[in-house]
């Protein structure tokens, strides 16, 4: 389990847990596809991090929570024919999206959780946080699905950003490890 930075730092986790699994998908909890082939001249950072994924590596990828993209991320996932779980077609009272996006994906998995997935009234301190996301009930819900039904190669936790004058956001993604590690890891 990795534990902080930008969601760029994925991307060699990923590839590393690939080297040894090669088999692995990736369950990316995130508010943005990060699909992007390149952004401000790179490509290799956050808004980056699952089309290196997908194309440099080959991985299967499931996105769950998204609700921010270009029109080039649109695109490739229209291209790719790419199922992503966006954050407004997800029923709060009904769990059958997460039965559905695991089961398409493989038994060996590397979750990736950049922290603005969930939405920012649970994790307000997080880079680039958008209105909407899940709710930590959910990502719990999920986390227990996902330990209950697949094997968790690896995980990592990303993008929290600290508020001066409150913990709420690192309390919440420390439960978050917590759960990860008692469910999964």
Known sequence: LSIGGDHAISIGLIMAAAQTHPDIGVLQIDAHMDLRDAWHGSRFNHACVMRRVADDIGIPVVQVGTRSFSPEEAAYVKSKD???????????????????????????????????????????GTGTPVPGGLSYRQVVALIKKLGASKKVIAADITELAKIPGTQVSEFTAAKIAVQLMVHCI
């Open 82 to 124: 790419l199922k992503p779980f966006y954050a407004h077609q997800i029923d709060p009272l009904d769990s059958a999206w997460m039965d559905a996006a695991l089961e398409s994906l493989p038994e060996e998995i590397y979750l990736t959780i950049d922290l603005d997935g969930l939405d920012p009234s649970v994790i307000p």
